[in-house]
């Protein structure tokens, strides 16, 4: 899904035949090369490189990898990535890098929580060998990356503690990662289930109100882009405070 001349959504479903499950890893084409940012699932490694190829590169065009935060769903492919492309730089914010790289265990990965959502023996080979990879360049909030005439790195913690979002500030586009999302067309916040600490998810919220949006990019659920969408994203933040 083009987005700009130089920036696609890319589309990977998460479970084969259901397209409405798909989740949106995005590439950005600059003059020093490609950018990923996040990496889709476990086993979905020969997908996103397909996707990638389908934008008319390869994954030896990927120089670096920006990982918004340690979810399994954005870290999947991390290490196969690597593996192929040494020379990568991965982002991540600090409070994510210890958990990406294996030190801690991923927050939302136990046993209770994914035995209804995969067959045991998948499950427990996830929990035996969690996706994991390298973080070598630490990004901060209010950072801006030199990547399609600058990029702002907008701390959002909530649904993890280092939760990222990134405006590419000359196309006034959000890619919002999972603190919001898009369900049936709608744009709402992130999923309370999988957030560990929804008011203070809701409160990054209020950041991102801030900032002149005209559209928004969600892992889960694609583009947004009708109009008022800092006033939507103040009304969501707004709503599940006072709930």
């Known amino acids: 899904m083009k987005l700009t001349d130089r920036i696609s959504a890319l589309v990977i479903p998460m479970r084969e035949g ?26 979905q490694y020969d997908l996103l490189v397909r996707a990638i190829e389908a934008e008319g ?10 990982v918004t935060h340690q979810d399994i769903d954005h870290i999947g ?11 990568l730089e991965v982002y991540a914010h600090a409070d994510e890098r210890p958990y990406i790289e294996g030190e801690l265990p991923l927050i939302k990965l136990s046993r209770e929580r994914l035995s209804k959502a995969m067959p045991p023996e998948q ?5 035996a060998n969690p996706p994991r990879g390298h973080v070598n360049r630490l990004v ?20 993890t503690p280092g ?18 999302r898009v369900v049936n067309g709608e744009l ?33 659920g694609g583009l947004y882009e009708k109009e008022g969408i800092p006033a939507r994203i103040a009304e969501i933040a707004a709503e599940g405070l006072r709930d």
């Open 18 to 43: 259901q397209p409405e499950s798909a989740i949106h890893p995005v590439l950005l084409q600059d003059e020093d090369g490609a950018t990923l940012i996040d990496t889709g699932m476990m086993g």
């Open 123 to 127: 499950l427990e080979a996830l929990l």
């Open 188 to 220: 709402v916040g992130p999923s309370e289930p999988v957030t560990p600490d929804m008011p203070q998810a809701l409160r990054s919220l209020l950041k991102l109100a801030e900032l002149p949006v005209q559209r928004v990019l969600c892992y889960h």
């Open 57 to 66: 590169l390869s994954v030896s065009d990927v120089k670096r990898i920006i």
């Open 77 to 87: 492919s991390l290490h196969n990535l690597q593996v192929c492309t040494p020379h």
């Open 163 to 180: 939760h990222i979002s990134l405006f590419v500030e000359k196309e006034g586009l959000l890619i919002a990662a999972d603190a919001l």
């Open 140 to 159: 901060v909030d209010g950072e801006r990356l030199p990547l399609q005439g600058g990029i702002q790195i907008i701390h959002t913690p909530g649904h």
